[in-house]
């Protein structure tokens, strides 16, 4: 009897799993495996794609591959029947322009302009003299202006003490120091700077290269906005010439700081500066894969699975011969995951057990330069967002972390509870009836030092109130560093986290009822 009833509850057990499972789910899984997955990644994190970088030849072919993947699958195109949603980028060349009492400086050798403060419409100013200001202090018994005018002049301040100088207090940040300039509506701020003298290669390259922005609605509120006050950075002989003019030279002026004394002076000498910008659009792409859904009555709705298919390119700084930053696992590995689902996905269609609601694969570009991809969708979305029911981005699923080296059988889930109840439910569940993965919250909060939440592109649909789940391994040894090679790979562990993502999509797209938002952005439960 005792036998019996331990049979009987043997079956009660797996009629129980049978029905937590969905046999055709698992049927069309089987395509999401460490094969396929080593197909695709061995091609995209290839050193022919030379690391991917948005706008650039590499980060082209990745787009090719993927929209030829898309169209193999039999994914439409649904961007006005194409698979490329174009991404309004343009990188800007920054050309500027110093001339003291009519001779001309030499940018990156006696002064430079940081690209960043230029707005695109530039600046232009000339003046007929510059007010040196010491180091630009200003404290309770002492004034490094010395009573001087601020507003409307261009002033001269020191970025730092010599190198051995002994004593005197620590100064304030230069840009606190900046800051009172522009609060005292100073024209424009000359920085001694002694990086001009010797200026390092990596900062000389990127004041070389062009600036890399995309066309969003904030950039475009910038087109009317007043220039922030302008800096720039010069060398000690720029420095000198313009105080010799009083019959102080540089070295004269800092002695008489040294002392403890104000050194402000006002030297008549004509200068000006001109700083613009020329545009050079880009081609940049995200790319989108749609499958409709199967529902007359949820087809309107639509499930968003993402990754980022770029990454950072060929860096000539790194160490050693190897230059190219593969990425493969950032994003490489998330790249792959959609990839397969979206295969998986479009075969069950094939075979007449497609999605009730439809499904949108899109992997972006960007999101290394600060999620621009997705946030171009999100301000420019193919599909109504109160349409759309979920994001799941994956973001690094192809290795681990030091924290869990010992048991790879996991992965990171950020954002799953932050906005909806049903959504965490949902996946978690799928967890529990498909894959039996670890999943890790440590990082699920707003309030995290790394603030992961924010540093994906599911950010972008969640500050819509869009629910969202994050999939992530963690950052290791080879973040943003030549290592991230294919070699490197768990590639059954890229495979099954992928699947997670799948059985998930699955559940959401054919559920009953769209998850319910009942948090707002900030946690708060919504009344």
């Not at 057990?13 to 094969?35: E, G, H, M, Y």
């Not at 030499?106 to 690209?115: A, I």
């Not at 090679?485 to 699955?506: G, H």
Request: charged share 25%; net charge neutral.
């Amino acid at each position: 009897m005792k036998k019996a009833l331990l049979y009987s509850v043997a079956g009660l057990l797996l009629s129980a799993t049978a029905v937590a499972q969905n046999k055709t789910a698992i049927k069309f899984s089987q395509t999401i495996n460490k094969d396929n997955a080593y197909k695709h990644l061995s091609v995209l994190a290839s050193d022919e794609y030379e690391g991917r970088e948005t706008g650039t030849p590499g980060g082209w072919k990745a787009a090719d591959y993927i929209r030829e993947h898309f169209r193999a699958a039999g994914l439409k195109g649904p961007v006005s029947g194409g698979y490329f949603q174009p991404v309004d980028m343009a990188k800007f060349e920054l050309s500027q322009v110093l001339t003291v009492d009519g001779d001309p400086a030499e940018p990156l050798k006696d002064f430079y302009v940081n690209p960043q403060i230029v707005l695109p419409k530039g600046f232009t100013l000339s003046v007929p003299s510059v007010l040196f200001g010491g180091y630009g202090l200003v404290k309770e018994g002492y004034d490094d202006f010395q009573g001087n005018e601020i507003s409307g002049k261009v002033v001269m301040i020191l970025k730092s003490r010599p190198s051995g100088e002994q004593g005197g207090e620590a100064l304030p940040a230069l840009n606190a120091r900046l800051k009172y300039l522009a609060a005292h509506q100073a024209a424009a701020v000359l920085v001694v700077d002694p990086q001009v003298d010797d200026m390092p290669d990596n900062l000389k390259r990127y004041l070389q290269s062009e600036q890399l922005v995309m066309k969003s609605k904030e950039y475009l509120e910038t087109l009317n906005s007043t220039q922030p006050t302008p800096v720039i950075n010069i060398g000690s002989a720029i420095a000198d010439k313009i105080l010799g003019v009083s019959g102080s030279g540089l070295a004269a002026l800092r002695a008489k700081l040294a002392e403890g004394k104000t050194a402000a002076t006002e030297v008549r000498v004509p200068l000006s500066i001109c700083a613009g910008k020329k545009e050079n659009k880009v081609r940049a792409e995200n790319v989108l894969g749609f499958l409709e859904g199967s529902d007359p009555k949820l087809k309107h709705e639509v499930l968003v699975i993402t990754g980022h298919y770029d990454h950072i390119g060929i860096n000539p700084d790194a160490k050693g011969d190897d230059k190219i930053n593969n990425g493969a696992d950032d994003d490489g590995s998330g790249t792959t995951g959609v990839l397969m689902i979206a295969e998986a996905f479009a075969k069950a269609k094939k075979a007449g057990y497609g999605p009730k609601r439809s499904i949108l694969f899109m992997t972006v570009t960007g999101e290394e330069k600060g999620l621009l991809g997705s946030e171009w969708y999100s301000e420019n979305p193919v599909f109504p967002l109160e349409k759309t029911i979920t994001n799941l981005n994956i973001d690094m699923i192809g290795r681990g972390d030091k924290e869990r080296a010992q048991d790879n059988n996991f992965v990171y889930i950020i954002g799953s509870d932050m906005l909806s109840s049903d959504l965490d439910r949902i996946g978690k569940k799928a967890n529990k009836d498909y894959v039996n993965i670890k999943l890790d919250e440590k990082y699920n909060n707003r309030t995290d030092p790394n603030r992961f939440y924010y540093r994906s592109d599911h950010y972008n649909f969640a500050k819509h109130g869009i629910p969202v789940i994050f999939y992530f391994n963690g950052v290791h040894e080879d973040y943003h560093q030549p290592g991230d090679e294919v070699s490197k790979i768990d590639f059954p562990m890229l495979a099954k986290r992928s699947r997670l993502v799948y059985f998930t999509a699955w559940e959401l797209a054919n559920a009953a009822k769209r998850p319910a938002v009942d948090k707002n952005e900030d946690g708060s439960p919504k009344k």
